[in-house]
């Protein structure tokens, strides 16, 4: 009912949720080429639906699993508990964050970095079509997202202490290429969506492994 009530909201309200989430984070595109086009008669009729089930997906997930956590509590014991809620925030932490990123940052600078590779003294024309757009933006949203949370969970479940550190330090190269391999596996099949999924699945490697190195330093040294 919640999903149901969302979508219909958002679809009353179709052209200002559709300018929000395309348009609206690109203030560095010039306004000659910040525009969309379509070419179907359908086509901005699916965009719409499309993006309001992406925003009703978006709203209800938080409610869908805290109903679930609480439909499940009764029959977990205390310590099941405690490590559900750990995992419920940590994915909905870096799930936020990635939004947060790509919403901001990605998509700016992309749109930014395409435009200006096109060179002057050419005769191109660039006229973005609406569908497309939408379809690529939802696509690399979920795949960054689903991939980011699923790294985190599993640095996060895996037990790994500092005396480990040396083991990672001479896989990192093959880490790497294992980022990178399940970024071509899992994105779109374009150049930009691979590199962006790389580069997230490296840094948040990078950033557990700092911060597992930051607490060993802090542990007090124990002599006999």
């Not at 938080?62 to 750990?86: K, T």
């Not at 949203?141 to 083991?167: E, K, P």
């Not at 969506?193 to 911060?211: D, G, K, N, P, R």
Request: hydrophobic share 55%; charged share 10%.
């Amino acid at each position: 009912m919640t999903w149901i009530t969302t979508f219909i909201i958002c679809y009353t309200y179709k052209e200002i949720v559709t300018f929000f989430l395309l348009q609206y984070n690109l203030p560095t595109v010039s306004e000659e080429n910040c525009y969309f086009i379509t070419t179907q008669l359908a086509e901005a009729f699916t965009v719409h639906i499309s993006i309001s089930i992406f925003v009703a997906n978006q709203l209800t997930l938080l409610l869908f699993i805290y109903s679930l956590l609480l439909f499940f509590a009764p029959g977990m014991y205390q310590h099941e508990i405690s490590s559900a809620v750990s995992i419920v925030k940590i994915s909905f932490f870096t799930w936020f964050t990635l939004s947060a990123l790509f919403y901001l940052f990605l998509i700016p600078i992309s749109w930014s970095f395409f435009l200006n590779s096109i060179e002057d003294n050419i005769s191109v024309f660039f006229e973005a079509r609406l569908i497309e757009y939408s379809k690529f933006f939802i696509g690399v949203y979920y795949t960054l997202n689903c991939g980011g949370v699923l790294m985190v969970l599993a640095l996060y479940l895996v037990y790994f202490d500092g005396s480990q550190i040396i083991y990672y330090r001479k896989a990192r190269k093959v880490l790497f290429f294992v980022s990178f391999f399940l970024a071509a596996v899992i994105t779109p099949p374009d150049v930009f969506s691979q590199i962006v999924v790389a580069i997230v699945f490296l840094l948040i490697m990078e950033i557990y492994t700092a911060s597992v190195i930051f607490q060993c330093l802090r542990q007090p040294v124990h002599t006999d």
